[in-house]
């Protein structure tokens, strides 16, 4: 069974452009949620998406957004980029949304995202 | 609101030892689970072992244990007969909805 894939592995972008990442769930999971991990700042959570609707969102400014496809395949799309948008952004599919504990997250290995 | 604290930046331990990683958490909540997830510099965020808060009995993988002390919010990691495929960054974390809530991480080197 395939893991969690994201594209692209490495991205590297100049200020003022924007992104989109693309993660593709294991088959089968319907929730994604998206990570952004930095040295300073750690894990933190992003979005959660569900049957293509955003169920809950971070602490994050809404020059990040996101979307979801009826195969469950996510996006997320960071407009304006700033320098301290580098970062390794992870995707994490689980079956259905809710507690993790009885349905884990499973991560991808992530997008290496960096801002010249 | 929920905090996860790990304050070992780094640990170190030789082969066939056993180490033990601290976390302690906070929360509110009565119903969470605790995760160790292992990151490798492959990236990709492996879990290692969960916990049910409501369960008692600590949670066992194979070479991996952890104590969980509910009353003292420390859920810490043992990793016993350690291995060189271990070294890596441990992360601890906490869910009580729909979100892991992550520690900052201890780097763990294992010596030949």
């Known amino acids: 069974k395939a893991g969690v894939t994201q594209t692209p592995r490495y991205l590297i972008k100049t200020r003022g452009q924007q992104v989109t990442l693309s993660c593709s769930p294991i088959?089968?999971?319907?929730?994604v949620s998206w990570y952004q991990q930095t040295p300073g700042q750690g894990l933190q959570f992003l979005f959660e998406?569900?049957?293509?609707?955003?169920?809950n969102k971070g602490n994050f400014p809404g020059r990040f957004s996101g979307r979801q496809f009826s195969n469950s395949r996510s996006e997320m799309n960071v407009s304006t980029l700033e320098l301290g948008d580098s970062a390794l952004y992870l995707c994490?599919?689980?079956?259905?949304?809710?507690?993790?504990?009885?349905?884990?997250?499973?991560f991808g290995d992530g997008t290496r995202l960096s801002i010249l | 609101a929920q905090t996860v604290t790990q304050s070992q930046p780094e640990m170190s331990v030789q082969e066939a030892e056993t180490v033990t990683l601290s976390c302690t958490y906070d929360?509110?909540?009565?119903?969470?689970?605790l995760f160790w997830y292992k990151q490798p510099p492959s990236r990709q965020m492996i879990l290692v072992i969960r916990?049910?808060?409501?369960?008692?009995q600590n949670a066992t993988e194979n070479r991996f244990s952890v104590n969980f002390q509910k009353a003292a919010k420390s859920f810490s990691l043992k990793i016993s007969d350690s291995q060189l495929g271990d070294a890596a960054m441990y992360f601890c974390?906490?869910?009580?909805?729909?979100?892991?809530?992550f520690g900052k991480g201890t780097s763990l080197l294992v010596t030949p």
């Open positions: 974390a906490l869910n009580s909805g729909y979100a892991l809530n």
């Open positions: 994490a599919s689980s079956l259905v949304p809710g507690r993790l504990g009885v349905q884990p997250q499973h």
């Open positions: 929360t509110s909540e009565s119903d969470y689970y």
């Open positions: 088959s089968g999971h319907r929730s």
């Open positions: 916990q049910e808060a409501y369960k008692q």
């Open positions: 998406y569900f049957s293509e609707t955003q169920r």
